[in-house]
């Protein structure tokens, strides 16, 4: 069988805690007011962050702009262990359609794993 995207994401962060302060930077408010709410035990804010990653790797490539975290607002279903990466209205540039991003996340004991590809 044979794979094709447009482009792909990856990243892989260590399983350590952000500090408020950057928490703060990397997320939009409903993502924090979620993130308090959130089942403990897995590191969700690092994932949050590693999926941004993830879908700024894909986009870039696809885009040839800038996207910031305040671009985009991450929800994840634990589940099946997937994300939804949506852009926030305010992003109006980029590849006609492309607005939203599903991904795949992992997390181990010592590192968080999260991966996009856009068909």
Known sequence: MLFRSRSVGLDAEARTAL???????VTVPAERDW???AESGVPWD???FSAKESVYKAWFPLAQRWLGFEDV????????KTFRADLLPHVTEGP???RIFEGRFH????RVVTAVTVG
């Open 46 to 48: 690092v994932l949050c």
């Open 96 to 98: 006609p359609g492309l």
């Open 107 to 110: 997390a181990s004991a010592d």
């Open 35 to 37: 993130l308090r709410r």
């Open 19 to 25: 500090r408020s302060d950057v928490l703060a930077r």
């Open 73 to 80: 607002i991450v929800t994840f279903d634990a589940s099946t």
